[in-house]
């Protein structure tokens, strides 16, 4: 047994017993969708006609619909992948590395986490494919046989690098997650009434039973994944920070980037878990598992990274400086008073200024504060990105070639289409999957919840035989 | 073969070991335990043996970087060489990214379809639970009986003894 300080806050409020989680998560899954999810979803639907409308405009007239030009030829599309890909890491360190370091509070929010992982590896997915020009020809970034395509793939890239790590991200997710809902899949399934319902949640749930050899697999499964993940996570950013630092663009060709990036994927991460999860909590009735010591602890992440994110620029700025070179000087200079000095300070307002705020516990532990400041903070990672990729290479050595982009609707209209692609999903998953981890919140509920329970063997101590049911049932 | 069980229903985890402990103790041998969540500590009372999946994860990695270095080396070194960014055709640092990634995917896959196998979780509609509340809120303890060998009224008075809040027969049909 774990001994808990009676100073910590419960992690479960309210009283709940184990049916009461298995209601509540659910409630949501049973029941009819309601007005208000249908009409997230009408608008989500909105947002993936758009998408679909931009990529088909995309893929008929090329990429000559995006705003690119010779000179920036890498812009909104980039800014999206990497915006995509970091949103995706909270989830990842959620489940993962909080699992290592035995933080309970992970339990109630890693299952929507990770979906968020999964669903934004998707919509970052859709960028470097888009920007091919040639999606159907996406196969060529395997390995194939030089017979095939054209030579080997080059192994030296980063852009290939980044196909492995998006690609194994992704598929070692998608199981993580996977294997967390197997036993969520068997509850609802023992409790469908409907036999569409028992049939599609039997074939999800793999024909769990929750046997004690099982759930010793599965625990040692999660561990192992976990220490898999943990790495991998952290690769996929440094990788993707790589795209630019290998590079011998100014601004770009740095080695400070996969640390930087690191720390700021996941507190954009962090801010888009709490966007989500505020909404959540309150649409399906999750007070009692997501609490405001949840939110708190989010946040407490989120100063972490946002405080790094913030030395990282400073350091930054002064290595351009220090380094003597007069290209990497300009292109900071260029950065903070240049023609994009908007994006700059805008992102030094959202990413370094409004996480600061968390440092007062009133504020860490209001929603609304908390909400509004999510989202300054994404807005502020989406500026991050473009300040780095659109600044660094709209100036570049010859001024003769010096271009500004600016985006075309077709760009906005990705952009703004993933957005619609990835709420659909996320309510999708919201109405048929079970978003809080129930197996795992029961097991924390003994020792993190508000009211203790002690079922009493004494009561059944002294029971007869009369008590003996015999109603014998027979399988199939 | 038709094969009777008897389940007892426990509902708190801490009063399920204790009972296991007993049981076992009294020389009855239990067939499994389901419960709605991973109980700790059900290891060791009911004797279940270290998963061995962790070593299949570590083979399953061994193989994956194998695999990505040999392909690299082979596709950049030996079948169609070419000079990059001035590097050797062999340039190990370059290959670091691409071979932790193969080590990850192959190790991951390997583990959890092995569990997939040896937990025989597949995706299909036929569901064998002995009670349907083990997956929501109780902990189902499940003893196998031989008709005319085991005494049932001694296992019920075990079981009840030992906390059990109901105990059941069910029949599974093979």
Redesign the interface.
């Known amino acids: 047994m774990q001994h808990v300080s009676p100073i910590r806050e419960p992690l479960v409020t309210g009283g709940k017993t184990y049916h009461d989680i298995t209601e509540d998560v659910c409630r949501q899954v049973e029941a009819k969708p309601n007005a208000r999810w249908a009409a997230a979803l009408a608008v989500a639907l909105v947002g993936l006609a758009i998408f679909i409308y931009s990529v088909y405009r995309t893929l008929w007239y090329g990429i000559g619909e995006w705003g690119l030009n010779k000179t920036v030829g890498w812009a909104w599309d980039i800014t999206n992948f990497v915006w995509w890909v970091g949103i995706g890491h909270a989830g990842t360190l959620i489940s993962a590395i909080l699992l290592l370091f035995r933080q309970k509070w992970r339990t109630s929010i890693n299952r929507a986490a990770e979906a968020m992982t999964i669903f934004a590896v998707i919509c970052a997915a859709m960028f470097p494919v888009l920007h091919m020009g040639r999606p159907w020809l996406a196969y060529w970034v395997l390995p194939l046989p030089n017979t095939f395509g054209s030579l080997w793939v080059n192994f030296n890239s980063p852009l290939l690098w980044d196909v492995f790590a998006i690609s194994t991200y992704f598929s070692v997710s998608l199981v993580f997650w996977y294997i967390g809902l197997i036993p969520d899949f068997a509850t609802i399934r023992d409790r469908a009434t409907g036999p569409i319902a028992r049939r599609a949640y039997a074939f999800l749930s793999f024909g769990w039973t929750g046997s004690a050899k099982a759930w010793s697999r599965y625990e040692t499964v999660s561990l192992i994944l976990a220490g898999l993940a943990t790495p991998l996570v952290l690769s996929v950013h440094t990788i993707v920070s790589m795209d630019f630092a290998t590079s011998v663009i100014p601004g770009w060709h740095t080695t400070i980037f996969p640390p930087y990036f690191v720390a700021g994927a996941i507190f954009s991460g962090f801010a888009m878990v709490l966007t989500l999860m505020i909404i959540t909590r309150k649409v399906f009735f999750l007070e009692n598992y997501i609490t405001l010591e949840h939110v708190e602890s989010m946040n407490k992440v989120i100063i972490l990274t946002g405080s790094i994110v913030g030395i990282a620029y400073t350091t930054e700025f002064f290595i351009a400086w220090y380094s003597g070179v007069e290209y990497e000087q300009y292109a900071f200079i260029n950065r903070a008073f240049g023609p994009y000095w908007w994006a700059y300070w805008s992102m030094m307002t959202c990413n370094v200024i409004t996480p600061q705020l968390f440092w007062f516990r009133k504020i860490r532990r209001s929603l609304t504060a908390t909400f509004i400041i999510s989202i300054f903070v994404n807005i502020g990672m989406w500026f991050e990105r473009f300040v780095i990729i659109v600044t660094s290479l709209h100036r570049d050595f010859l001024p003769s070639s010096w271009a500004m982009f600016s985006p075309t609707i077709i760009d906005i209209g990705v952009y703004v289409g993933t957005i619609g692609l990835f709420f659909t999903l996320f309510l999708l998953f919201a109405k048929f999957f079970p978003v809080v981890n129930m197996a795992e919140v029961k097991a924390i509920l003994k020792s993190s919840s508000e009211v203790k329970h002690h079922h009493g063997a004494a009561a059944t101590m002294h029971a007869t035989d009369k008590d003996l049911n015999s109603n014998t049932h027979r399988n199939e | 073969m038709n094969k009777k069980f008897v389940l007892g229903i426990y ?5 399920l070991l ?1 009972a296991i402990e007993n049981i076992r103790a009294a020389g009855t041998k239990i067939y ?9 500590g ?2 060791d009372v ?1 004797g ?1 043996k ?2 061995r ?2 070593i299949v ?1 570590f083979f399953g990695g061994l193989f994956g970087m194998s695999f990505a270095l040999w ?2 080396i082979w ?2 070194g030996f ?2 060489p ?1 000079i ?2 001035g ?1 050797p055709h062999i ?1 190990l640092p ?2 670091i ?2 071979t ?3 080590t ?2 192959v ?3 390997s ?2 379809i092995t ?2 196998i ?13 009670d ?6 109780k902990f189902v303890m499940a003893i196998e009986v031989k008709d005319g060998v085991t005494n ?2 001694a296992l ?2 075990l079981l ?14 093979k």
């Not at chain 2, 509902?11 to 009063?15: L, P, T």
């Not at chain 2, 349907?132 to 809120?137: A, G």
């Open positions: 509902d708190d985890e801490d009063v204790t499994d335990v389901f419960s709605p969540y991973p109980v700790h059900i290891d009911l279940i270290r998963s999946l962790p994860a392909m690299q596709m950049m079948d169609w070419m990059i960014g590097k340039a370059s290959f990214p691409v932790f990634e193969l990850v995917l190790s991951a896959f583990m959890v569990f997939f040896v937990s025989k979780l597949k995706p299909s509609l036929k569901v064998n639970v002995f349907k509340r083990s997956t929501d809120d049932m009224t019920n008075d009840r003894s030992n906390g059990a809040i109901e105990v059941n027969e069910k029949e599974v049909v």
